[in-house]
């Protein structure tokens, strides 16, 4: 936008000030009114007030909602989007209602009555502790985090250490509550995964990736196959890195996986990626996005209860919203013929669920 100054990510911050000055004056305009009662300047200022906070509102939402889906999040961050996201919706309903019941209490003459102007008071306070919750997690995401600060580096991407030539290249669990797979070997890693469908013609080799060393060749004919990996999880990051060049069809990052017929997905194919589930084998999609990948892309797979999105290269492709899924095991899904290489496949618990599991593992 061309009103956005070189320093500002984008417009959300120039917005977001003006709904917390706006409905914490109303409250104060309020207080005046109750203590000095015989003069109606300081309610109807304070209705006013209230409207034009709600409005406000509504636009630091929406600008709120653009400036989260053109940011890449630090891991740690994602969580706290989510919540962020949540609590400003309830803002704009909270105070949307509130605003339509003064407007009906003014109109009906209803405020003159002490009872009811006490009743509005204490629900403009009571949406006020909802305001500066929202307001907290915003400045967390900014002060804690970076997002949004140009020279903090927020890619957050890890890219697991090849194993020791004595290990199985299997999936490995980490201490982040997920699991780390960097495959060294060809199919030591097939004993590790559970696999749905039909698995003739499906091969796996390893093969020189250039700068990335040696990557995993995942080559099928057609048939439809999926692997997932031993762990459940309910919320979740999943980065991996794929090279589609030599592959027709769609790739899906499968999670929340029951069975072979239900399961969420993010799938890519040369034109398009899509967000959506499977249920009991019919797709329902929340989002679809054209895109083109070529060569190596870094992709990031984020599921946060009732929000999903999805990152090619360090930007959003798709974000779409549903039903908090519950728990159920992450993997891939290969819908064509060709060969996908894979570098890597990582999984984190982005609200702790599963953490320390693996040390006590150890101790055991």
């Known amino acids: 936008m061309p009103f956005v100054p070189e320093w500002a990510p984008n417009v959300h911050p120039l917005i977001i000030h003006f709904p917390i000055a706006l409905l914490f004056t109303a409250a104060l305009f309020d207080t005046i009114g109750m203590i000095l009662k015989k003069l109606p300047f300081w309610k109807n200022a304070a209705t006013v007030l209230y409207i034009s906070g709600t409005l406000a509102a509504v636009l630091a939402l929406l600008t709120g909602e653009a400036a989260g889906d053109s940011v890449f999040l630090p891991t740690a961050a994602n969580a706290l989007l989510t919540e962020h996201s949540d609590l400003a919706h309830y803002v704009v309903y909270f105070f949307g209602a509130f605003s339509v019941l003064r407007i009906t209490f003014f109109l009906l003459k209803l405020e003159d009555k002490m009872m009811f102007r006490s009743i509005l008071y204490i629900i403009g306070l009571g949406g ?48 982040e509550g997920g699991l780390t797979w960097k495959p060294t070997r060809a199919s030591a890693w097939h004993d590790a995964v559970t696999f749905y469908g039909d698995e003739s013609g499906f091969m796996s080799s390893m093969r020189d990736g250039a700068e990335r060393g040696d990557v995993l060749a995942l080559s099928a004919q057609g048939n439809p196959i999926m692997f997932t990996f031993d762990r ?62 070529t060569g190596w892309s870094s992709y990031r797979v984020v599921a946060d209860q009732t929000h999903f999105r999805a990152y090619a290269d360090q930007k959003l492709i798709v974000h779409g919203h549903g039903d908090d899924p519950g728990s159920g095991k992450v993997g891939l899904r290969l819908n064509g013929k060709g060969t996908v290489l894979l570098d890597f496949v990582q999984t984190v618990s982005l609200r702790g669920e599963g953490m320390g599991e693996t040390a006590m593992e150890m101790d055991h």
């Open 232 to 293: 459940p999880m309910t919320t979740m990051q999943l980065d991996g890195a794929l090279n589609l060049d030599d592959f027709e069809g769609t790739v899906m990052f499968v999670h929340h996986v029951i069975d072979n017929n239900n399961y969420h997905f993010t799938s890519i194919s040369k034109v398009a990626m899509k967000q959506g589930r499977s249920e009991n084998g019919d797709l329902y999609l929340m989002d679809d996005k054209p895109y083109a990948p």
């Open 128 to 175: 006020l502790v909802l305001l500066w919750s929202t307001a907290d997690h915003g400045a967390r995401m900014v002060f804690e985090y970076g997002v949004g600060v140009q020279a903090v580096d927020n890619t957050g991407v890890h890219v697991p250490a090849v194993s020791d030539s004595t290990q199985s290249s299997a999936p490995a669990h980490n201490s």
